[in-house]
């Protein structure tokens, strides 16, 4: 009886699998929501996109210049949906503080 073993370390991936993972994933910070203190919306970066608006309608409206606006009724919402809605603008525009100070998004 023989046996033919190979001894060779297996292969690295390939390059194909290498190439596909350039989408650069984040884990969502879900599940530990910061305490949010502040909402801030940086007006330069605010493009219009009303995803906040749509998440959030209790925390965004837009205003005549078409940029977000923080309305005073989002205290009476979660972290959860405040981070929701932050995470939902494609900008970046949205950002939050805790009773500190510290920024806790982005
Ligand atoms: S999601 Fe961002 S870019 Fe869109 S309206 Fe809200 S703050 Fe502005």
Redesign the pocket.
């Known amino acids: 009886m023989t046996l033919d073993k190979d001894q060779k370390t297996t292969k690295n991936t390939t390059d194909a699998d290498k190439a596909s993972a350039g989408g650069h994933a984040q884990a969502p910070t879900t599940g530990k929501a910061p305490r949010v203190a502040r909402i801030e919306?940086d007006r330069d970066?605010?493009?219009?996109?009303?995803?906040?608006?749509l998440v959030a309608p209790d925390a965004?409206k837009?205003d005549g210049e078409r940029?977000?606006v923080v309305k005073e009724t989002w205290r009476s919402l979660n972290d959860d949906t405040i981070l929701t809605a932050a995470k939902?603008?494609?900008?970046a525009?949205?950002f939050l503080y805790d009773e500190d100070g510290n920024q806790v998004y982005p």
Do not use: H, R, Y
Request: aromatic share 4%.
């Open positions: 919306v970066l605010c493009i219009g996109a009303e995803s906040c608006v965004f837009m940029k977000a939902a603008c494609p900008t525009a949205i």
